[in-house]
Every structure is written in C-alpha cells, then in structure tokens.
C-alpha cells in the first residue's frame, strides 16, 4: 500500500478504497486487469476500519463493528478472505435486547436457545420462529441473489418461479413488502419477538410502519439466526487488511492519500481522474467509483456531462438519516441486569415496538430522539485482543436527524455545540445505566463522533448516513440511486458506480463493488469498440 508515491496509469481507476471499492478491484485484477484504487484517507477501508480511538491497548471500530451480511452468498465471502488472514469470531449469543421490565429475548445460533428464550417469554413464539427462520432458508438461495446481483433479478426471478407456485409467489410478495410492525403481528404472538423483529428492521432508516421494513427485519434476524452477526479478529480492520492483501497478491495498488476531485471524460467516455493538488491518472479501461451518487454527480463528474434529467432526479436522492455514534473504553464488561445481554455481540436498546415508532416519529420531523434507539456493540467476550483482560470495548450508535429542528425531549439545542453533544451522550448514556446498573462507573474514556465529524473522517459518509441514501422502497431496486440507473452503470461511458449508493444499499456485502466489476467487464468484452473509438 502506498502513501504519497505517484499513481501510475491502469486499466481501472477505483475511486475511494472502502469496501465496495475494494471488492471491486479484486474482481477486476481476478480479471487480469492492472488496477489502481486512490483512497483519499490515510490509510484503506472507508467505515470498515478499526482504531486505538481512545487509550493505547484497546482497540476500537471506527464505524462498522458485526458483519451479517458478510457470510454465506455474499459477494465479498466469495473472495475467500480467509487465506488472506481473516478470521471470523462469534459471541456467545448473537443478539439481545433488553428491557426495563426485565425481559429479554435473545437469538442464539443455537436456535433451540433462541426458541426457549421467546416461548420463556410468550408460549409458541418459539415455534412461530422457527417457522420464519425455515421460510428464510428455503428461500435463501433466490433471496441471495435478488440482493446481492444486478438488477432486474432475472435469475432470482426465474428460480422463485420455479420454487413456489404462483399463489405461494403472491404470498411471499405479500410477506416481503409487509412493514415489521404488521409482520410481527401476524407471524408472532408477543411484544417481546415482535421487538426483536423491529429492532433489526430499524438498523436501516426504515420505521415499524414502512413498506419493506419487515424483509429488513426478518432478513437481519434470520441472518443472526443462521450465520451469526460475526465479527473479525483484531477488529473490524482486519477485513480492509485481507481485502488490501488479496488486491496486491494479484498486482491491484492502492493509494492512500489520494482524494480524487475530478473525473476526466473524453467524447462521453471517463478516460482517468484528476487527483487534488496533483495531476491526472489515466485508465484505460474503466473508472469505478466508490463513492456516493450525490458526490459524484455533482461533484466529481461535470455537470455538461450529464443529461439534464439525471441531474434532475439526483437533486431529489433521498439520504437516510444521520448518525452519532459514542466509543468507550471500560473497565469491565457492561453489567446488564439480564444476563442474556451479557453474552451478547449485539444489543438493542428500546423498550418495545411502540418506542420505536416514537423514535421513527421524531426523527422524521426533525427531532433528537428523546429515547434514542441504541445499536450497542460490545467485543470483549468475542474478541479478547482488544483490550487488555477483564477491561472492555464497547461502542453504541442512533439515527438522528439530518436537520436537527428540535430537541424531543426539548433540553437541547439544533446545533451540536459541545453542550448538546455532552447532553446527548448523557442521554445515550442514562438508557444503558438503566438497564446495567453501574455502567457509567465503568467508563474510562470516551470518543463521540457527531453528524459532521463522521463527514470530516470520511467525505463519502454524508452526515454519518451509513446507508447510502435511504433503504425505502422509493429508492431502492430500479429507483436506487435515481429512477432509471437501477444498475451500476452511468450515463457517461466507462464509469461505474461502485458504493452503496447502488443497488442494494449499505452493509458489508460487496454487492455495489461486484455488481460494478462485472459491469465494466461484461461492456469492456463486449464493447471494446467504444473504449478504443473514445481515447484521446
Ligand atoms: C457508524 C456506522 C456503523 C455501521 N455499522 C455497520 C455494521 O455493524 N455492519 C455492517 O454490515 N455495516 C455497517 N455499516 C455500513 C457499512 O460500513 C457501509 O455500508 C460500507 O462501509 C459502505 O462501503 P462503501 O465502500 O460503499 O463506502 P465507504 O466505506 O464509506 O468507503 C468509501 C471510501 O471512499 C473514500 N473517498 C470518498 N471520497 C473520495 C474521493 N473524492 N477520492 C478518493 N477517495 C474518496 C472514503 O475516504 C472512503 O474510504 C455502518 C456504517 C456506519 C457509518
């Protein structure tokens, strides 16, 4: 990996070294392309990276922390990261969530645990699950494919034609369109499955009461269900590393930093990139940009390059909400009462379906959640080489606002100054200590990144969204990143949208990066007239 050395020309430019960029120029050098990948941060991995955030010896992720979407069928677990040094590690139990009145269901991956613990809870919601949890495998093949591939879903379709019958095809339409508050009423008896269904829906910006926000849901549980929410050995950065190391085993560079600020076009066609305060590499073969559509439609690419319609449809790209996000360094695990959430790689903070239609209510008017719903990752019992033994690291994150018009609880202000940063992360806080008495004694250190400090770290995370644009049905499928570029391609010749501004959103999968790579490659075969006709 390079640092200040000169970016020399290549088949593919990639723009921006996250994930997906990355992925991306696996599959073009698997290809036999020669590939550059210019990342303006210092070091690779985009929201995939890990850090001493806070005190030597203990070792945090930066944003992405447990890896769902890595496993079985996904893109980037074909690359086999494995013999480049990744390691998948399990917590005892995949994901809790906890609440006040001392309930607390949990998905084990031992699914007779995770039914005991909803029938404990609500006799026969241990069989109702089961019998989600088999729709999903039975499925999962076809499912697979519809998220992970290009759209339309030509092969997904045709295997779920061949699967079920058409009355059976309706049915599952039906279930997958159906908003979590709705699919946990019929398919669940008590408030305590429901929750953990909701729950997993609200890890995109979707709310109970939205269109799709069940399939989240029950696609995110039955994923814990199945294959664990994992996480990497030696942090979340270790799978930038094996990504990087498996890049270069096959003669793919990357570049830190190297913030491209310009996408050369020629006659219609992206022929290389103009780097900030340095000059233009070339490529020969295509550009692939990891980065989101607002940025490189208004940014990077020239508005003279683009029809009037696009620029049109990006001014109405819809962003997910922003994020905030607290790390902490502890000394000792986090003393939840139940102790299902001790054993836990995930926690979710909310006390039932109806807290989070209020935190859906008032994010959507602008609001700081009163009662924030918290994501909470804690490694230690995964993950020991992360902090010294018996101490913690732990971090939680919540959705907020983009424009913060108002406070729900009406203590603090609209503009992150200290005082409202400190009174949310007191917020943040007080819901842990409530339901982990003596947690904030355990507290060494802490790191907060706001809205606009996620931006500063990573210019692609607009106000920390960690989505791409919203997960809503408006914008997703044939309408993600803008109606009519439901696929990686753009409008000008050669240039690929590669993050998860594409099709079919955030979480590590790969699926932007790959479905980007087959793109350039399958037109580069199949259209080599264009490449040679376009160069200056
Ligand atoms: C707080 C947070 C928590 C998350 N938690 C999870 C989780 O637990 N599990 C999960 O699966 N997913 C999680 N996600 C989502 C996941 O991390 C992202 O979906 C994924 O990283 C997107 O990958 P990407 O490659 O599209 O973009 P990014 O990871 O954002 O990478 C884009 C890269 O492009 C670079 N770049 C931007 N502009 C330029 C430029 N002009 N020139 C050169 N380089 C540029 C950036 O510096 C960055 O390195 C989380 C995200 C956040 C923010």
């Not at 960029?21 to 690779?44: F, I, M, Q, R």
């Not at 494919?145 to 030509?154: A, D, I, S």
């Not at 054993?343 to 989070?356: I, M, Q, R, S």
């Not at 997703?476 to 990686?488: C, D, E, N």
Request: charged letters at 20%; aromatic letters at 6%.
């Amino acid at each position: 990996m390079s640092v200040g050395t000169e970016p020399v020309d290549a088949d593919a430019i990639v723009i921006g070294a996250g994930p997906n960029g990355l992925v991306a120029a696996n599959l073009l050098a698997d290809a036999g392309w020669s590939v550059v990948v210019l990342e303006a941060g210092d070091e690779p991995g985009g929201s995939v990276r890990s850090a001493e955030l806070i005190e030597p010896g203990f070792l945090n992720d930066v944003c992405s922390a447990f890896y769902p979407l890595a496993t079985e069928g996904s893109p980037i677990d074909d690359l086999h990261l494995s013999d480049h040094g990744l390691r998948w590690l399990h917590a005892p139990t995949v994901l809790a969530h906890p609440a006040l009145d001392g309930s607390c269901p949990v998905i084990s991956r031992d699914i007779d645990v995770t039914m005991a613990s909803l029938d404990a809870l609500h006799p026969g919601d241990g069989a109702s699950w089961e019998a989600l949890v088999q729709r999903w495998t039975d499925l999962q093949p076809h499912l697979s494919h519809l998220l992970y591939r290009p759209f339309p879903p030509v092969a997904a379709a045709a295997g779920l034609v061949r699967h079920l019958p058409p009355r059976d095809l309706a049915r599952l339409g039906r279930f997958l369109m159906l908003p979590a508050r709705r699919m946990g009423e019929e398919e669940l008896g008590g408030s305590a499955s429901r929750r953990l269904l909701a729950g997993c829906a609200l890890h995109a910006d979707l709310t109970p009461e939205s269109t799709l926000s069940g399939f989240f849901g029950w696609l995110m549980c039955c994923l814990g269900q199945t294959n664990g929410f994992p996480v990497p050995e030696g942090g979340a950065r270790a799978v930038t590393s094996a990504l990087v190391a498996r890049l270069e085993s096959r003669g793919g560079q990357v570049h830190c930093a190297a913030a491209v600020d310009r996408v050369e076009v020629h006659r219609g066609r992206a022929v290389g990139v103009h780097l900030t305060g340095a000059g233009t590499v070339r490529a020969g073969r295509a550009v692939l940009a990891d980065v989101n559509a607002p940025m490189l439609y208004t940014s990077l690419v020239g508005a003279g390059d683009l029809p009037d319609a696009v620029l049109g449809d990006i001014e109405r790209f819809h962003w997910d909400d922003a994020t905030f996000k607290v790390d902490w360094t502890l000394d000792g695990p986090i003393p939840w009462s139940s102790a299902e959430a001790r054993g836990a790689g995930t926690v979710h903070v909310a006390e039932d379906t109806d807290a989070l239609t209020v935190v859906a209510s008032e994010l959507a008017r602008g609001l700081l959640p009163a009662r924030p719903f918290l994501l909470i990752g804690q490694q230690s019992m995964t993950d020991p080489s992360r902090q010294p033994a018996g101490k913690e690291t732990a971090w939680a994150y919540t959705h907020v606002p983009r424009r913060v018009r108002g406070d729900g609880a009406g203590v603090l202000g609209r503009d992150w100054s200290d005082d409202d940063v400190g009174g949310f992360v007191a917020r943040i806080e007080a819901q842990v200590e409530a339901l982990a008495p003596g947690f904030q004694h355990l507290i060494r250190g802490r790191h907060v990144l706001t809205p606009e400090r996620f931006e500063a770290e990573n210019p692609n995370l607009s106000s920390g969204a960690i989505n791409g644009g919203t997960a809503q049905l408006h914008q997703q499928l044939v309408f993600r990143p803008v109606p009519g570029l439901g696929r990686a391609v753009t409008p000008i010749g050669g240039l690929y949208l590669a993050s998860s501004s594409a099709h079919p959103g955030g979480g590590l999968h790969g699926a932007p990066g790959a479905n980007a790579a087959r793109a350039a490659i399958w037109h580069d075969r199949t259209r080599p007239w264009r490449r040679r006709g376009a160069h200056p």
